[in-house]
């Protein structure tokens, strides 16, 4: 039976590849709905670039949008990274799916109250919209199963020298989210730098005829051309959060205790875990560690393939 | 002929595992160690220094002269760490009492004097907190310039052990560890992290016990407690002992590899206040300041620990 999800992001380059692994197989994800974030791009942006990867390939999931800027502080984007759109690259189509009229507050709560079984919540940009929740409805916890999301990094930083642009966009939400009580899989630098993808890889899914391969193709001729500082490839960092949620057997992790720092000099957004268990506080989150990148690449194809050749315009 | 042996002031705070550095710099026919101070840190200074004396009798070279430092970090009230070093700061050894005493002088103008005296020459080796330093670089803007480089055990890449984010040194005095971290000389630091990969466990300690020098059974003795602490309390497969590993690089560097890196110091965190946030990808482009090191050859410093300790 396919397990619920909520997927909160930010699109994003690698939020749509995301997107494209996580509505590949609904008998096994049933994603409930995508809300929108503001952080690798504005709100309004990032609201419109969700639609369009669902309008590209031919998927309807409730696409609600959430907080325009984070809860405390004010918002930091990467334009540098995504481009003016958000979604530099690939050309969409002009008429796109109908949003949600809710919020995605009211929209996350609504799901969350008439859920089943527990829902997991799939976090692939800043926190706030999961912060939010979880601070104004912690009664909800009891309907999530955990929270996957890709942010943070045990070792070292890609927005500052020891945080990672998710986190350090909202790292009040990121503290609310991590202090909620529930587990938090955080995919951090420390696996996503290792689920890289190089030319090659690329003309693979280039090979592959279908919308979602040509999409993510599209997408990474124009993600490639950010080179990070000290990193190896092409980083695939929002689809390792699903990745692990379909086959967790290509990850390593360590379970540990994390906090985040929202009060400093350098290290606003950093990510405190006790890897060396000193503290003797509980280890309830998992820092995922590793990846078979091989397998990761592997499954990112697998998912390609379920699309179809062509999706007609609406 | 020429004196090739590497000259070294020694900053220190005995300590369990500075005892063992302390030994081990003693005991190199490589190292001419011109100089120890104490600082408060591990404990207070009267018995940090008291220590020191101590050692310099059991390692019979009362030739070195050993001075008292600070009392009290730069800004802070002192905290100390008996839980892991005993009351005392050396565990379950016990010395003979000191039959000399600390030479008169602030250690901040004697680590000044000497590096006048040998510009470019000295290695700085500080294996407790760095007030000592801190002053003498806040007195003498010069004196950076004037050391062939400083060795420092402290900071972590990842994590701490004072709290989730500080090593015990740093997190001790932060303000004289920016001091030093921003003062441009040239700077190697050895983390928790390395000193945790470079470990040594039960068999190790007893083979260095079987060498039967009054040196060696004393290291033992220490590295007994060592281990106590760190496979109990601690949780560790084995111990890492933080200044023996930095003392180790000083009389033989190559058995470690280094990257140089930009570390900061974080003064403010609420959560990461003491913190050596170290740029591990070279995100900031700041320039670097820090050599760490990446990889280190437990054998051989398991080896040099036994060429050191046999009489």
């Given at each position: 039976m396919a397990r619920p999800v909520i997927i909160d992001c930010d699109p994003g380059h690698d939020d749509a590849i995301a997107l494209i692994l996580a509505l590949a197989r609904p008998e096994v994800l049933e994603v409930l709905a995508v809300t929108t974030v503001a952080g690798n791009q504005t709100l309004d942006k990032t609201f419109v670039n969700a639609r369009r990867v669902l309008t590209a390939l031919g998927k309807c999931a409730p696409v609600a949008q959430g907080a325009a800027g984070p809860l405390l502080r004010p918002l930091m984007t990467a334009p540098n990274v995504h481009g003016e759109t958000g979604l530099d690259g690939p050309v969409f189509p002009e008429k796109l799916i109908e949003p949600s009229p809710r919020r995605a507050f009211d929209?996350?709560?609504?799901?969350?109250?008439?859920?089943?079984?527990?829902?997991?919540?799939?976090?692939?940009?800043?926190?706030?919209?999961?912060?939010?929740?979880?601070?104004?409805?912690?009664?909800?916890?009891e309907k999530i199963d955990h929270i996957t999301i890709m942010g943070g990094a045990v070792l070292g930083g890609n927005w500052s020298a020891a945080a990672e642009f998710n986190i350090m966009v909202d790292p009040e939400a990121a503290n609310a989210v991590f202090g909620s009580g529930l587990q938090v899989v955080m995919c951090g630098l420390d696996v996503t730098h290792q689920a890289y993808i190089e030319e090659r890889d690329i003309a693979r899914f280039r090979a592959i005829p279908t919308v979602a391969a040509q999409l993510a193709a599209d997408l990474l001729d124009f993600f490639k051309l950010y080179h990070q500082a000290g990193v190896v490839g092409v980083p695939l960092h929002d689809p390792c959060a699903v990745a692990y949620e379909l086959a967790p057997a290509l990850f390593t992790w360590v379970d540990t205790h994390i906090e985040v720092e929202t009060h400093s000099e350098f290290c606003d957004g950093t990510i405190i875990t006790d890897l060396r268990g000193f503290s003797g506080l509980p280890r309830r989150h998992r820092a995922v560690m590793g990846v078979d990148r091989q397998g990761f690449i592997d499954l990112l194809c697998d998912a390609f393939e379920t699309y179809p050749k062509e999706v007609p315009a609406l | 002929m020429s004196d090739k042996r590497k000259k070294v002031i020694l900053d220190t705070d005995p300590g369990v595992d500075d005892a063992?550095?302390?030994?081990?710099?003693?005991?190199?026919?490589?190292?001419d160690l011109l100089a120890i101070a104490a600082v408060g840190g591990n404990v207070g200074l009267a018995s940090t220094l008291h220590n020191a004396l101590c050692l310099t009798e059991l390692a019979g070279r009362t030739d070195i002269p050993v001075y008292a430092g600070a009392e009290q970090p730069l800004l802070q009230r002192l905290e100390t760490a008996e839980d892991i070093h005993g009351r005392r700061g050396l565990g379950p050894l016990e010395l003979p009492a000191p039959t000399k005493r600390a030479e008169p002088g602030e250690v901040g103008e004697l680590f000044y004097r000497l590096a006048r005296q040998h510009p470019g020459e000295i290695t700085l080796v500080a294996i407790g907190p760095l007030t000592n330093l801190g002053r003498a670089f806040l007195a003498h803007p010069d004196l950076p310039a004037l050391l062939r480089e400083v060795v420092i055990m402290g900071g972590?890449?990842?994590?701490?052990?004072?709290?989730?984010?500080?090593?015990?040194?740093?997190?001790?005095?932060?303000?004289?560890?920016?001091?030093?971290?921003?003062?441009?000389?040239?700077?190697?630091?050895?983390?928790?992290?390395?000193?945790?990969?470079?470990?040594?466990?039960?068999?190790?300690?007893?083979?260095?016990?079987?060498?039967?020098?009054?040196?060696?059974?004393?290291?033992?003795?220490?590295?007994?407690?060592?281990?106590?602490?760190?496979?109990?309390?601690?949780?560790?497969?084995?111990?890492?002992?933080?200044?023996?590993?930095?003392?180790?690089?000083?009389?033989?560097?190559?058995?470690?590899?280094?990257?140089?890196?930009?570390?900061?110091?974080?003064?403010?965190?609420?959560?990461?206040?003491?913190?050596?946030?170290?740029?591990?990808?070279?995100?900031?482009?700041?320039?670097?300041?820090?050599?760490?090191?990446?990889?280190?050859?437990?054998?051989?410093?398991?080896?040099?620990?036994?060429?050191?300790?046999?009489?």
């Amino acid at each position: 039976m396919a397990r619920p999800v909520i997927i909160d992001c930010d699109p994003g380059h690698d939020d749509a590849i995301a997107l494209i692994l996580a509505l590949a197989r609904p008998e096994v994800l049933e994603v409930l709905a995508v809300t929108t974030v503001a952080g690798n791009q504005t709100l309004d942006k990032t609201f419109v670039n969700a639609r369009r990867v669902l309008t590209a390939l031919g998927k309807c999931a409730p696409v609600a949008q959430g907080a325009a800027g984070p809860l405390l502080r004010p918002l930091m984007t990467a334009p540098n990274v995504h481009g003016e759109t958000g979604l530099d690259g690939p050309v969409f189509p002009e008429k796109l799916i109908e949003p949600s009229p809710r919020r995605a507050f009211d929209l996350q709560v609504e799901l969350l109250e008439r859920a089943r079984e527990k829902v997991t919540l799939i976090a692939l940009g800043p926190l706030t919209n999961l912060g939010r929740l979880l601070l104004a409805r912690p009664d909800l916890t009891e309907k999530i199963d955990h929270i996957t999301i890709m942010g943070g990094a045990v070792l070292g930083g890609n927005w500052s020298a020891a945080a990672e642009f998710n986190i350090m966009v909202d790292p009040e939400a990121a503290n609310a989210v991590f202090g909620s009580g529930l587990q938090v899989v955080m995919c951090g630098l420390d696996v996503t730098h290792q689920a890289y993808i190089e030319e090659r890889d690329i003309a693979r899914f280039r090979a592959i005829p279908t919308v979602a391969a040509q999409l993510a193709a599209d997408l990474l001729d124009f993600f490639k051309l950010y080179h990070q500082a000290g990193v190896v490839g092409v980083p695939l960092h929002d689809p390792c959060a699903v990745a692990y949620e379909l086959a967790p057997a290509l990850f390593t992790w360590v379970d540990t205790h994390i906090e985040v720092e929202t009060h400093s000099e350098f290290c606003d957004g950093t990510i405190i875990t006790d890897l060396r268990g000193f503290s003797g506080l509980p280890r309830r989150h998992r820092a995922v560690m590793g990846v078979d990148r091989q397998g990761f690449i592997d499954l990112l194809c697998d998912a390609f393939e379920t699309y179809p050749k062509e999706v007609p315009a609406l | 002929m020429s004196d090739k042996r590497k000259k070294v002031i020694l900053d220190t705070d005995p300590g369990v595992d500075d005892a063992i550095a302390m030994l081990m710099l003693m005991g190199s026919p490589d190292i001419d160690l011109l100089a120890i101070a104490a600082v408060g840190g591990n404990v207070g200074l009267a018995s940090t220094l008291h220590n020191a004396l101590c050692l310099t009798e059991l390692a019979g070279r009362t030739d070195i002269p050993v001075y008292a430092g600070a009392e009290q970090p730069l800004l802070q009230r002192l905290e100390t760490a008996e839980d892991i070093h005993g009351r005392r700061g050396l565990g379950p050894l016990e010395l003979p009492a000191p039959t000399k005493r600390a030479e008169p002088g602030e250690v901040g103008e004697l680590f000044y004097r000497l590096a006048r005296q040998h510009p470019g020459e000295i290695t700085l080796v500080a294996i407790g907190p760095l007030t000592n330093l801190g002053r003498a670089f806040l007195a003498h803007p010069d004196l950076p310039a004037l050391l062939r480089e400083v060795v420092i055990m402290g900071g972590a890449v990842v994590g701490g052990n004072a709290t989730l984010q500080a090593e015990f040194n740093i997190y001790v005095d932060p303000e004289a560890a920016r001091v030093v971290f921003d003062s441009g000389v040239k700077l190697t630091m050895f983390p928790l992290d390395i000193c945790h990969r470079t470990m040594l466990g039960l068999p190790d300690i007893e083979g260095l016990a079987r060498i039967g020098s009054h040196r060696a059974a004393a290291v033992a003795e220490l590295l007994r407690h060592a281990y106590g602490v760190s496979t109990g309390r601690l949780g560790l497969q084995g111990t890492p002992v933080y200044d023996a590993v930095t003392a180790a690089f000083v009389i033989r560097p190559e058995l470690f590899a280094l990257r140089d890196f930009n570390v900061e110091i974080e003064l403010r965190g609420a959560r990461t206040r003491g913190r050596t946030v170290v740029d591990h990808y070279g995100f900031t482009r700041k320039p670097t300041n820090c050599a760490i090191p990446v990889e280190s050859d437990t054998q051989g410093y398991l080896a040099l620990l036994h060429e050191l300790l046999r009489d």
